[in-house]
């Protein structure tokens, strides 16, 4: 059955492909950032970074078995995700 776009009930995503007989492309960072998983310890950081006390929710996440991952500029948390297991 086909269906449209905006009507396809699975979620959409990204593939990416590399051609492993080319070289890899080297890829210079405007601003160099120190990528990392964190835990509890992080939680100040992280409720800082949301701008509110969030750190509930936030002992939730890793009390339920979530990671998450971040990114430090200049030794300040500049961007955090989370992944959540199956």
């Known amino acids: 059955m086909m269906v449209s776009a ?8 990204t593939i990416w492909v590399l051609n492993l007989d080319e070289p890899t492309p080297v890829i210079t960072p405007l601003v160099p ?3 990392c998983r964190v835990g509890p310890e992080s939680l100040p950081a992280l409720v800082n970074a949301a ?4 750190s509930a929710e936030i002992r939730k996440r890793f ?3 979530r990671r998450c991952y971040t990114a430090w500029v200049d030794g300040k948390l500049a961007a955090y995700a989370w992944v959540s297991p199956n």
């Open 51 to 54: 701008g509110r006390d969030l």
């Open 6 to 13: 905006e009507n396809d009930p699975r979620r959409s995503g």
């Open 63 to 65: 009390d339920s078995g």
């Open 33 to 35: 950032a120190t990528f």
